[in-house]
């Protein structure tokens, strides 16, 4: 994408934020559920407990074609003390591996990023984050914006294959 504000507008529209001007947009069954790290990140009010949107009452969900425990990544990330804690409340790294957790912990739909790939990961971040785009049974789109500063998909090194689509830009 070639400016931030196009970005917006994209990522506005398919998480119905924007109604478009012409025509219509329609999502597929399987791709009914769409979570943004956009909104995630402060772009939507959050305002239950981390452990209630999280669904931990649930404690396995599926990954790497099995099932798995989320309290193993939770504590991965050294992440326990958010279960605690009301959304809307967390800031900086808190915020980033809530962001983290809520994406991996998405079994179904789309998952679209944009600000985590603005973010610097610790280390336990980066292989959760590998974990996601590697195994994520939920469809995941990347957006970039060339003038931010985040890495090209092909700078991510990510090993899962992704297909780039580049959208023209108006002259």
Known sequence: ???????????????????????????????????SD???????????????YWALGTPKFHLEGRRREKLFFIDSLRAYHLRHLTAYRLRGEERRKFALLSLLFQEKGMILVHR?????????????????????????????????GAPTLDQLALERPMREIRFPRKT
């Open 1 to 35: 994408m070639g400016h931030r504000d196009e970005l917006t507008s994209l990522l506005g529209l398919l998480e119905g934020r924007y109604a478009p001007h012409l025509g219509r947009i329609r999502k597929s069954d399987s791709l009914s559920f769409l979570q």
């Open 38 to 52: 956009e909104q995630l990140f402060g772009g939507k009010v959050i305002d239950q407990p981390v452990e209630q």
């Open 116 to 148: 985590l790939l603005l973010e610097e990961f610790s280390e336990p971040e980066w292989k959760l984050f590998q974990t996601l785009h590697a195994h994520s049974t939920a469809l995941i789109c990347y957006f970039t914006v060339g003038d931010e």
